[in-house]
């Protein structure tokens, strides 16, 4: 079985930064793509990025792309989403998500709130 343990949510003001960090448990966490995924009150979860198990390709939502970046760290089994210039529509409960070939599974999330 599989944890991931996110990290690193807060309060922020629009236009303000936070790092968040999802922690793996495992032997073979470079082995496989890791995500991001956000769930807004009301709206239904949605992909924010993804990278790869080497970390040399990622992947971003359009709503995202140039203000937030994926990156991890396979020695630390841990995987990172960099956000910054936040907005108030970035409001959400962060999940991290680890895709294997018949599974995947999800962290407990932790909650970005951008005050506008």
């Known amino acids: 079985q599989v944890q991931l343990v996110e990290s690193g949510g807060g309060l922020v003001q629009a236009g303000g930064s936070l790092r968040l960090s999802c922690a793996a448990s495992g032997r073979t966490f470079s082995a496989y793509r890791m995500g991001w995924f956000r769930q807004a009150p009301g709206k239904e979860r949605e992909f924010v990025a993804r990278i790869s198990g080497g970390g040399a390709y990622t992947y971003y939502a359009d709503s995202v792309k ?7 760290d396979n020695a630390a089994n841990t995987v990172y989403l960099q956000m910054n210039n936040l907005k108030a529509e970035d409001t959400a409960v962060y999940y991290c998500n680890q895709e294997r070939a018949t599974s995947q599974y999800w962290g407990q999330g932790t909650q970005v709130t951008v005050s506008s």
Do not use: H
């Open 66 to 72: 140039g203000r937030f970046t994926i990156s991890r």
